[in-house]
């Protein structure tokens, strides 16, 4: 049956007057998307208190042998877990966390905070200390600065006597016997692969030979090659097409 304009305002008015009245509705408790203690405005849910962050982080720890505490939640590809304090205070190292509630709140600036049972994913703070970045890596022979610092030579072996090496601002000691044969290595690898062709270069960071033309003092790319010879055929076809006659073409 077709409901005409009148019907249609009755109707409007009786759902207007029923849709009024207060009806007593349970509202389940969920937590939100915050997960703090309150209530969801938008939705109307009653939020569940979040688990101090304490809790939460005995529940990722499970005893292993030599009484380590290994981490069971999301651990990094160097094996260091991290631990999600909670809203607003960001993600931290688990070890790091660890040490700051149980030893010392306050690590002081520039501290690292050592293992030394030597696995990144315990947390036991028994086994954590606070030293200086250089006593860290004096103590972790798997480093790859180790050998700089407690061994007194470069990763090389080249060893650290005077004259031997520079001081970064940092601190930190450079090799001057690997830069020199870095650059005695470069230059000989230059000197070999130096074109005998006009106009043929050879890139030694992308590995293959390239075809440069000049026109009016300006470097225009003609292409890549694999082989000199391909890269001369190219510089002697670009240089015909815009000089002509009075091209100067390479010998092959």
């Known amino acids: 049956m077709r409901v005409g304009a009148s019907s249609w305002l009755l109707l ?3 759902i207007i007057e029923v849709s009024t009245q207060s009806v007593p509705v349970a509202i389940p408790t ?10 969801d405005r938008k939705a109307g849910f009653v939020c569940m208190q979040r ?47 660890s040490y700051e509630y149980f030893i010392d709140p306050d690590i002081p600036t520039g501290m690292d905070v050592h293992h030394v049972c030597e696995h990144p994913p315990c947390v036991n703070p028994e086994h ?24 007194g030579r470069c990763p090389q072996g080249h060893e650290y006597v005077e004259g031997s090496y520079k001081v970064s601002k940092e601190g930190w000691r450079g090799c001057l016997i690997c830069q020199l044969e870095y650059r005695r290595k470069k230059y000989r690898t230059s000197e070999k692969r130096k074109s005998i ?9 992308r590995q293959h030979w390239e075809a440069q033309l000049r ?7 003609i292409g890549a090659f694999h082989k000199e010879v391909e ?22």
């Open 51 to 97: 688990k101090p962050a304490i809790e939460r982080f005995m529940s990722k720890i499970q005893v292993g042998g030599n009484g380590c505490w290994m981490w069971t939640g999301y651990k990094r590809s160097t094996g260091y877990g991290q631990f999600n304090r909670g809203p607003g205070i960001g993600t931290q190292d688990a070890h790091r966390y």
């Open 215 to 221: 026109v009016s003092g300006r470097a225009i790319f």
């Open 197 to 205: 062709h006009r106009g043929v270069y050879w890139k030694p960071m």
């Open 231 to 252: 890269a001369a055929h190219a510089y002697n076809e670009a240089v015909i097409k815009h000089f002509g006659d009075k091209a100067k073409l390479n010998p092959l």
């Open 128 to 151: 954590l200390c606070a030293v200086t970045r250089r006593e860290h890596i004096a103590l972790s022979p798997n480093m790859r600065s180790y050998a700089a610092v407690a061994l």
């Open 12 to 14: 409007r008015h009786e």
């Open 30 to 39: 969920l937590p939100s998307r915050a997960g703090r203690p309150g209530t």
